[in-house]
C-alpha cells in the first residue's frame, strides 16, 4: 500500500509527488531538525506516481518542429527524491477499498492500494465522427505531434498537385491558432528545396464567425494582423463534415484541396474521472472543494484538467499548464497534510494571464480573465513565449533540493523574462 498513489504523469501529477515528498520529508525530520539530505528519500512514507509513460511531455509545446524532443524523463525528475514510478494505466479506481486496478504494458493486471489517491490523469482533444476522420491528425500527445511531423516531412517526396503544401486546421482557440501560424514557416522550409515556397497555404477553419473567441476582444486585432502578415486564410462559421485524401469538405457545401488537416477543436477530462462517485461539470471534470479534495469521496483528490476548481474572481480553472502545475502543488501537499493529521493549503492560483505564440509574426500577451492587451516593447510577447516554454514549464533534472524548492505551493512559476533580442 502507497500513503500516497498519484494518477498520471502529466504537469499535475509530477508536482503532486513531488509536493507530497516535500511535506511528508519535512514531517519526517521532525521538532530536533535532524539532518537529511535530498537524496534520502521518504522515511517511513511512500509517494508513487502511475503513469503508462517514461517522461513528462511538455504538451504545451507540440506545435513546435521536432515535438519528439518536447520531454523529460520522470525517473529522472522524482526518482532522486525517493518517487516510486508504477509503469502501468489505471482502468479502474475503487474509493471504497481504496485500490486501483493497473495493466503494465504486457497486459498483466494488479491491483495498487493506498491510503490517499490524487486523479490527475489529464485530458484529451475530442476527435470528431465523420467521414475520412482517421487522415486528422492532432497535437493533443507526443505521437501524434510526431506523427504531423513525419508527415509533413515525407510532403517533398508525395506526388505534385493541387494541396500538396496545403493544411487546413480545424479550430481557431488557442491550439488552433498556434499550430497554425507555426505551420506556414513549417511548410514553406519543407516547400522551398522543391522551388514550392510560393504554394504554402494554410487555411484557418472555425465554426464562431470569429478567430480566438476566447482570447479576448484586445487580442483580436493583434491576431488578425498577424494572421494576415503570414497569409493564414480563414473559413469562419463553417465545420469540416468530411475528408478525403486530396480533400477537406466543409458544411457550407465548398471543399479545400488538401494533404494536411489538423484538428484542435475541444477537450474533455479523462475517462477515469467517471471511475469516482461524484459530480462532474460538462468537460468531465471532478467538483472540488478549495483544498481540491472530491466533494463526497473520502481520500482522494482531483488536479490538473481532471479538476473543476475555482480559480480567482469567481472562475473556474482552465485545463491548461498554467494551472495545472499549481493544482498538482497543493493536491499532493495536501494529501500528504491530511495523512499527517495537518490543516490543508488553500488553492489559490498565480492571476491568470495568457501568451499565444503567433510563429514568425511574433505573440501577443494578455491580463486577467477579461483578457486585457500586456503592453510592453516590441518583441516583449515573443520573449515572454520563449521563456515559458523554454525555461518557466520545465522540471529541473536530476536537482532533488530544487525540485523540493519549486515543489512549495507557494512557490510561483513565473520568473523574469529576458528583454527583447
Known amino acids: 500500500m502507497f500513503d500516497v498513489l498519484i494518477l498520471g504523469g502529466g504537469f499535475a501529477g509530477l508536482w503532486s509527488a513531488a509536493a507530497a515528498t516535500r511535506l511528508l520529508r519535512a514531517a519526517e525530520t521532525g521538532p530536533a531538525g535532524r539532518s537529511r539530505t535530498a537524496e534520502t528519500g ?25 515535438p519528439a524532443r518536447l520531454r523529460v524523463p520522470l525517473d529522472r525528475v522524482l526518482g532522486p527524491v525517493g518517487v516510486r514510478r508504477i509503469a502501468a494505466t489505471a482502468t479502474a479506481v475503487d474509493t471504497v477499498r481504496r ?25 484529451a482533444v475530442v476527435r470528431p465522427e465523420l467521414p475520412g476522420a482517421a487522415l486528422l491528425h492532432d497535437i493533443d500527445t507526443l505521437p501524434a505531434a510526431v506523427r504531423l511531423a513525419d508527415h509533413l516531412r515525407a510532403l517533398p517526396e508525395a506526388p505534385d498537385g493541387p494541396g500538396r503544401w496545403t493544411a487546413v486546421v480545424v479550430g481557431a482557440g488557442f491550439t488552433g491558432l498556434e499550430i497554425a501560424t ?26 464562431a464567425e470569429v478567430v480566438g473567441a476566447g482570447l479576448g476582444t484586445e487580442a483580436r486585432p493583434v ?35 488538401a494533404r494536411t488537416a489538423v484538428w484542435t477543436a475541444g477537450m474533455r477530462a479523462s475517462a477515469l474521472t467517471a471511475q469516482i462517485p461524484a459530480p462532474r461539470d460538462g468537460l468531465g471534470r471532478l467538483a472540488v472543494d478549495g ?9 482522494v483528490y482531483a488536479a490538473g484538467d481532471t479538476a473543476a476548481a475555482g480559480a480567482e474572481g469567481g472562475h ?25 493529521g495537518l490543516p490543508p493549503a488553500d488553492f489559490a492560483p498565480d492571476p491568470y494571464r495568457t501568451c499565444l505564440d503567433l510563429g514568425a ?4 500577451a494578455t491580463i486577467g480573465w477579461n483578457r486585457t492587451l500586456r503592453e510592453g516593447p516590441e518583441g516583449f510577447a515573443k520573449e515572454l513565449k520563449r521563456a515559458i516554454n523554454e525555461t518557466w514549464i520545465s522540471p529541473p ?19 523574469p523574462v529576458p528583454p527583447p533580442a
Open 291 to 299: 483544498a481540491l479534495r472530491v466533494r463526497g469521496v473520502e481520500g
Open 223 to 257: 491576431i488578425t494582423r498577424a494572421l494576415d502578415e503570414l497569409g493564414v486564410e480563414r473559413r469562419l462559421g463553417t465545420t469540416v463534415s468530411r475528408l478525403d485524401e486530396r480533400a477537406v469538405h466543409l458544411a457550407d457545401g465548398s471543399a479545400l484541396a
Open 42 to 66: 521518504p522515511v517511513g512514507h511512500s509517494v508513487a506516481l502511475l503513469t503508462p509513460h517514461p517522461d513528462l511531455v511538455l504538451r504545451p509545446r507540440l506545435y513546435e518542429p521536432d
Open 397 to 415: 533534472v536530476d536537482d532533488p533540493e530544487e525540485l523540493l524548492r519549486r515543489a512549495d505551493h507557494r512557490v510561483g512559476q513565473r520568473q
Open 99 to 123: 485500490e486501483v486496478t493497473a495493466t503494465a504494458p504486457d497486459g498483466t493486471r494488479s491491483t495498487v492500494a493506498y491510503r490517499r489517491l490524487v486523479l490527475a490523469t489529464g485530458s
Open 361 to 364: 509574426a511574433g505573440a501577443v
Open 316 to 340: 473556474t480553472v482552465l485545463q491548461s499548464c498554467q494551472h495545472a502545475t499549481p493544482l498538482g502543488k497543493v493536491a499532493g501537499h495536501n494529501a500528504a497534510a491530511d495523512l499527517l
Open 182 to 207: 507555426e505551420l506556414v514557416g513549417r511548410l514553406r522550409a519543407l516547400a522551398a528545396p522543391c522551388g514550392a515556397a510560393d504554394e504554402v497555404r494554410v487555411v484557418l477553419v472555425e465554426r
